[in-house]
């Protein structure tokens, strides 16, 4: 049985930073393709960020591209999502998800079979 636990949401003034982090129990981030998705109140579910589990090739929403970046640690078992020079609209409820089968980056939700219970990030002005 793969979790996948997210941590490290919370409230910060726009331009500021945060790191999310996403910790998978019973198989390695390393061994499949893992993206970051959030949902805004009121709004669909957004791919964010990915990463492939094949060669490392991530890809990125043009909203967040230069802003964020998605990583991880095959030691520790976890991925990450450094966000910079946040804005209010990046305000919203952030899962990690993995991809048992592809291998590639994709900001599809329909490729991830595993998902996280999601951390809460507030912008505020």
């Known amino acids: 049985q793969v979790q996948l636990v997210e941590s490290g949401g919370g409230s910060v003034q726009a331009g500021g930073s945060l790191r999310l982090s996403c910790v998978s129990s019973g198989a390695g981030v390393r061994r499949w393709s893992m993206a970051w998705f959030r949902r805004a109140s009121g709004t669909g579910r957004e791919g964010v960020a990915s990463?492939?589990?094949?060669?490392?090739?991530?890809a990125y929403a043009h909203a967040v591209e230069g802003r964020f970046i998605i990583s991880r640690d095959n030691v520790k078992n976890i991925l990450y999502l450094q966000m910079n020079s946040l804005k209010l609209e990046d305000t919203g409820t952030y899962y990690c998800?993995?991809?048992?089968?592809?291998?590639?980056?994709?900001?599809?939700?329909?490729?991830?079979?595993?998902w996280g219970k999601g951390a809460q990030v507030t912008v505020s002005s």
């Open positions: 990463i492939s589990a094949v060669d490392d090739a991530t």
């Open positions: 998800a993995a991809m048992t089968s592809g291998g590639f980056a994709s900001l599809a939700s329909s490729f991830y079979r595993y």
